[in-house]
């Protein structure tokens, strides 16, 4: 909804911890390169729910629903989990895009991580998430005839927990549809074209297996995209050994959240990995990174996931120059290597990366 001089808005929501500190320096970072940009700060969070009796006020929301682009930082205690339930869970932002690139410069514990560009593809609704959860003997009451593989019933555990993973026709379809328009984009910029779904099907028979055989049947609708399949332990280990051989990895919910954050350390760093929500309606952008406790408060963190996630918030916005300006402005400092943040061997802070970013901007 951008206004008659082409101004866009964004709604910039930092979270919590790191999360604040780096969704502030680079709204700063946006609004210092002049890009078309009206950036809003509504209250949120902790602050909110003091203020407003909310952690996500309904004046917070109307501005999220009316954006252009919502950006968001990271979250760690209940009030910035609320933002995330409201921005994920609550807008049904099922398909959870994850690119992993890596960026010469760029502090890889691989021999050779050059050429490494694949996405993450994190089913972001279904499986063990949002956590579904109860004592056995519910579960033993509800199910007395269940059985696992080895023929013991519920009741035959004792006391304890359990979670329930969901795997619907519907909810696997529609990401196995978003993996195949994701690959063939991606194809018209020079990339094979290919899925790779990650599952335990081998064990998980009845649900993982369900999602495998329901991929597998969306993707071979599509003329042009290969299928591949790996087991979740498999695909870790290919993700170390063979990285630059992935294009589109359609994970499992719980799956894409572990193997994202593997992914993003062997092409260069957590502090590096970008992501983008989609539902069909809506989107919002952050970081895979947490709230970062262990380093919040001293002006270390590493923006780039977030700097990276703002780009693809101005691609989804329709500012695609300004997206790729952005991102080779970030590709830039890297490959110049003299002011990194200290999670990339660098002594910069994180305000003086994001002026790095600024010059290398033009
Ligand atoms: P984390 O991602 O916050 O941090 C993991 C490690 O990576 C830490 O050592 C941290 O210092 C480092 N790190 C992360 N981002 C960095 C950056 N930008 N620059 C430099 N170093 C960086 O994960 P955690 O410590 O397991 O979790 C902390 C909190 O964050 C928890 O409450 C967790 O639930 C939450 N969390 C939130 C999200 C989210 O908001 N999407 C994602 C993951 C974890």
Redesign the pocket.
């Known amino acids: 909804m951008g206004d008659a001089a082409g101004v866009k808005t964004v709604v910039a929501l930092g ?1 919590e911890g ?2 604040v500190e ?1 969704v502030d320096a680079t709204c700063e970072l946006l609004a210092a390169a002049g890009f078309p940009l009206r950036i809003l700060t509504p209250p949120h969070g902790e602050a909110a729910q003091r203020s407003h009796g909310s952690p996500v006020p309904d004046e917070t929301k109307r501005l999220c629903g009316a954006a252009d682009g919502i950006l968001f930082g ?3 205690g209940p009030a910035s989990v609320a933002v ?1 339930t409201y921005l994920r869970w609550q807008q049904d932002a099922y398909a959870n895009v994850r690119p992993i690139k890596y960026y010469e410069g760029a502090r890889s514990p691989l021999a050779d991580p050059r050429g490494i560009d694949f996405v993450v593809l994190r089913e972001n609704m279904e499986g063990l998430y949002p956590a579904r959860e109860g004592d056995l003997a519910e579960l033993a009451r509800a199910l007395p005839e269940l059985r696992d593989h080895i023929g013991r019933r519920m009741g035959e555990y004792g006391e304890g927990r359990f979670a329930v993973k969901v795997v619907s026709r519907h909810g696997t379809e529609r990401i196995a549809r978003f993996a195949c328009e994701l690959a063939l984009k991606r194809r018209d910029r020079g990339r094979p074209g290919k899925i790779t779904c990650v599952t335990k099907s081998n064990v998980l028979v009845r649900s993982d297996g369900f999602f495998q055989e329901v991929v597998e049947g969306v993707v071979r609708q599509y003329a042009g995209l290969a299928f591949e399949h790996f087991y979740v332990d498999d695909a870790s280990r290919r993700f170390v050994r063979f990285p630059q051989a992935m294009d589109v990895v359609l994970c499992m919910n719980l799956y894409g959240d572990i193997l994202s954050d593997l992914a993003a350390e062997a092409a260069g760093g ?2 590096i990995a970008p992501s983008g929500c989609f539902g069909d309606r809506w989107a919002y952008f ?2 895979v ?7 919040a408060g001293q002006a270390i ?2 923006p780039t ?1 977030t700097i990276l996630s703002a780009a693809m918030m101005l691609e989804h916005m329709g500012l695609a120059a300004e997206a790729e300006r952005l991102e080779a402005a970030v590709a830039r400092v890297y490959r110049d290597g003299r002011r990194l ?1 200290r ?1 990339q061997g660098g002594t910069a802070t994180t305000g003086e990366f994001c002026k790095a970013v600024l010059e290398a901007l033009g």
């Open positions: 979270g790191i999360g780096v990271a979250a760690g995330i957590l502090g952050e970081s990174h947490g709230s970062a406790p262990d380093i963190a590493n996931a943040t999670d």
